[in-house]
Every structure is written in structure tokens, then in C-alpha cells.
Antibody
Framework: QLQLQESGPGLVKPSETLSLTCTVSGGSISGSTYYWAWIRQPPGKGLEWIGS???????HYNPSLKSRVTISVDTSKNHFSLQLTSVTAADTAVYYC????????????WGHGTLVTVSS | IVLTQSPGTLSLSPGERATLSCRASQTIRSSYLAWYQQKPGQAPRLLIYGASSRATGIPDRFSGSGSGTDFTLTISRLEPEDFAMYYCQQYAASLLCSFGQGTKLEI
């Protein structure tokens, strides 16, 4: 059964870089045609897609975040990562990683999520 | 593409029928419309993909329909565990994704 697990610091200072990793178990990132995605949810608010990556490294980003986002993949470690630069309090959110189906472009499964707070 | 969900909050009782709406600002491919359920403190769970196909393990009281710009999630007979937030999601041909703002289904 495929499982995803987010990891990284729970607290980041304003203007610094948020870095998270999503480790995939029960399957190979490079052994399929799936994309891998980051999605976030500010406290009490809705879901926001951040971006997606294919195992080859091809990426797609939310235009509203594109200038600050980098998603990368490490197939040898079977994980993919998120970097978000110049963070502010508005970037405080639960960050989820998920697998994206190429056929139906939906997200399943999801990681449990990790709360990242931006504060000095 | 902007997805607008209505109503914002839906108050119903167990056993009743729930109808949730998702309207897109442009025509989208039905193949690329999905619905998720989210309970407090949990990650979203895929319910419906391709506008009308139930994900693995989803009870048949959940159904999806619609095309073009108007899509609907129907829960035929509400169970206590169905009270949660529901989101629709689309993927455009440009490979950009968006979610609706959500509908809260409350008892």
C-alpha cells in the first residue's frame, strides 16, 4: 500500500526558506507514470495546489507561487521535496504531499500533512 | 479556472439527501473533475474522480454527476460520518490545478 510522509521543520522565520520532504513507501517514484504534488491549507481555510513533479524532473507550478517555489525529486531516495523562499506569515499552513493520477489528474493518496508556522 | 462551490454550509440530518454544487468559470473536461472529503485534523480523501467514478472503498451512497461547467456531488442517505468538508478540484489542459473553496456539511 502506497504511503506518503511529509517531514521538515515546523517553524520557519519570516524571509527564510521553507523546506519539506515527502518520502514515498510501498512503491517507487520512478516506477510509474504518476506525478507527485504539494498542496497546502492555511489554518481554517481551503486547499491550495502548490505544484507537481514527474520523476524525470518535469514540473508545473501554481502561477501565484511560481517565483518562490522549487519542487525537486530524488529517485534514489524515493522522495520529492519542496522549497518555498522568502516566506511570510501568509505561508503558515498544513503542507500535504500527494500522488497525482495522470489519467484523471486527481490526488490519491495523501500524506497526513505537516504544519509549518512562519514566525520570528 | 475558478471553482465556486455552493452552498458554503449545508445543514441536514442523518438519513437525508445532500446535494453539493461545483461550478467552473470555464468548461472543463469531466475526466479532470474530482471531489474530496476532509474531516477535522485529517488529510482530504478522494471520493469521486472523472466527475462520476467512485474511488476505491467509497460507499455507493456517494455519487457524482455533471459536465461542462456544472458538477454535483450527491450523498443519497447521510450517515453520521458523512458530516465533513467537501472540496471539488479540477485540472486544466494547461496542467494547472485549482480547488473550490469547500462546502461544510453539518448536522
Amino acid at each position: 500500500q502506497l504511503q506518503l510522509q511529509e517531514s521538515g521543520p515546523g517553524l520557519v522565520k519570516p524571509s527564510e526558506t521553507l523546506s519539506l520532504t515527502c518520502t514515498v513507501s510501498g512503491g517507487s517514484i520512478s516506477g510509474s507514470t504518476y506525478y507527485w504534488a504539494w498542496i497546502r491549507q492555511p489554518p481554517g481555510k481551503g486547499l491550495e495546489w502548490i505544484g507537481s513533479i514527474y520523476y524525470s524532473g518535469s514540473t508545473h507550478y501554481n502561477p501565484s507561487l511560481k517565483s518562490r517555489v522549487t519542487i525537486s525529486v530524488d529517485t534514489s531516495k524515493n522522495h520529492f521535496s519542496l522549497q518555498l523562499t522568502s516566506v511570510t506569515a501568509a505561508d503558515t499552513a498544513v503542507y500535504y504531499c500527494a500522488r497525482r493520477s495522470p489519467q484523471f489528474n486527481c490526488f490519491d493518496p495523501w500524506g497526513h500533512g505537516t504544519l509549518v508556522t512562519v514566525s520570528s | 479556472i475558478v471553482l465556486t462551490q455552493s452552498p458554503g454550509t449545508l445543514s441536514l440530518s442523518p438519513g437525508e439527501r445532500a446535494t453539493l454544487s461545483c461550478r467552473a468559470s470555464q468548461t472543463i473536461r469531466s475526466s479532470y473533475l474530482a471531489w474530496y472529503q476532509q474531516k477535522p485534523g485529517q488529510a482530504p480523501r478522494l471520493l469521486i474522480y472523472g466527475a462520476s467514478s467512485r474511488a476505491t472503498g467509497i460507499p455507493d451512497r456517494f455519487s457524482g454527476s455533471g459536465s461542462g461547467t456544472d458538477f454535483t456531488l450527491t450523498i443519497s442517505r447521510l450517515e453520521p460520518e458523512d458530516f465533513a468538508m467537501y472540496y471539488c478540484q479540477q485540472y486544466a489542459a494547461s496542467l494547472l490545478c485549482s480547488f473550490g473553496q469547500g462546502t461544510k456539511l453539518e448536522i
